[in-house]
Structure formats: C-alpha cells, structure tokens
C-alpha cells in the first residue's frame, strides 16, 4: 500500500521552515527521501531506518517514528535550490523488493 | 564516475509496437530496480535485478512487460503491444548493495518518456 504524504503542496518565502509528513499503514523496515525536479531524475536525500532515529545534513532532516510508521522531514531556512517534488519511499519486510513511493509533495519556494 | 544512464531519453509509439528501453547502471552495482511514474505521481515500482537474477517482478502490469539483465549490468526493458496506459517516464535505478535491506541508497537515471498514440 502507497504511503501517504502530507501536505500536497506548499508555498514557502525563502528562508521559512517547512515540515513534510509521510505515513504508512504498514510496518516499515525503512523510509527513503528524495527530492525531484521538474523533467529530472529523483535525488537521494537520506534513509532511516527502524528503531526511530533522526537524520540530517545541512539544513535539511528527518525523523522516522517506528510506532506510528510516521517519517517527517523538515526543511529549515528554505533556499530557492529546495524548491522540488519531495516523494518518501518505503521498504516493509514482505513486500516487493522496490521501494514504494507516495505521490508527493510539491514544494514552491518564493525569493 | 558516471551515474545511471537510459537510452533513449524519449520515445513515440504507435499503438501496437513493440519498445525496448535500455538501462546503464552504475558500474560494480549489483542491484537494478525499474519504476514506471506517471504524470503528477510518484515513481512506482515494476522489477527487481541482483546481478543476473530477476528476484522481483511483481510490479509489472501485465504479460506484456518483460525486462532482462543477461549478464548483471546493462538491463532492457521491454514492453510488446503497446497501450496508450503504457505512457510514462520509465526510471531505473541502481544500488550498491546486493541486499535490499542494506538501506543503500538508489541511484536513479533521467528517464525514458514513453509516449504512445
């Protein structure tokens, strides 16, 4: 089953925070981010991985409650470059060998 | 070194032909996964390769879908008969990883946009 993203869509001026929620009602091995652009190929953002950890590199991270079978990434200081379709990918033991995406999160950043 | 490559990068169909779309990965990666992402939505998954081996093609649509890594690189996906539903950008990915739960990330090429009239 298709994990659901949270919101659709979101406007942001530069430099505000953002908060993009991905649930699952399946228990998760793992949770994937990535970010796409217009006419490109997905890029890998960061993995977590059961047993609730937290993530970041920059200003960009994220959280994976196992419990819930929540992950939220959170985007601080939004630049211009952050601007993008943000799509969560997960992994459940069991199920197919690929990673199963939501349908995104669309991510408008304003100068 | 290179990332992932596809070829072609765009594709017009009649109805009915047969296409063939090419996967490069990442040389030394062992897993290749192919996905199918319509517009406006996010990639799905069609077939999972380790090295050689198809170990999952539960995502492929119908019989009319066949992909092959005969010798655990280059990867072809075929589709025969094909449908205006066929229409998609089609991604491959590959990994480092043999395991899939080795939490390696994929690396995802450009995409072949295969549009059928």
């Known amino acids: 089953q298709q994990p659901v993203q949270s919101p659709q869509a979101v406007i942001l001026r530069e430099g505000e925070d953002a908060v993009i929620n991905c649930s699952s009602s399946?228990?998760?091995?793992?949770v994937h981010w990535y970010r796409q652009k217009h006419g490109e190929a997905p890029v890998f953002l960061m993995i977590?991985?059961?047993?609730?950890e937290q993530k970041g590199h920059d200003k960009i991270s994220a959280s994976f409650n196992e419990k819930k079978q929540q992950s939220s990434l959170y985007l601080t200081a939004s630049q211009l470059s952050y601007s993008g379709t943000y799509f969560c990918?997960?992994?459940?033991?069991?199920?197919?060998?690929?990673?199963?995406f939501g349908k995104g999160t669309h991510l408008i950043i304003q100068p | 070194g290179a990332g992932v490559s596809q070829s072609p990068r765009y594709k017009v169909a009649k109805r009915g032909q047969d296409v063939a779309l090419r996967c490069d990965p990442i040389s030394g990666h062992v897993s290749l996964f192919w996905y199918q992402q319509a517009l406006g939505q996010g990639p799905e998954f069609l077939t999972y390769f380790q090295n050689e081996a198809q170990l999952d093609k539960s995502g492929l649509p119908s019989d009319r879908f066949f992909a092959e890594r005969p010798e655990g690189s280059v990867s072809t996906l075929k589709i025969q008969r094909t449908q205006q539903e066929d229409s998609a950008v089609y991604l491959c990915?590959?990994?480092?990883?043999?395991?899939?739960?080795?939490?390696?990330?994929?690396?995802f090429g450009p995409g072949t946009r295969l549009t059928v009239l």
């Open positions: 977590l991985l059961k047993g609730g």
């Open positions: 990918g997960t992994l459940s033991g069991g199920g197919a060998d690929g990673l199963t």
């Open positions: 990915a590959s990994s480092l990883a043999g395991d899939i739960f080795r939490n390696n990330e994929q690396f």
């Open positions: 399946k228990a998760l091995y793992s």
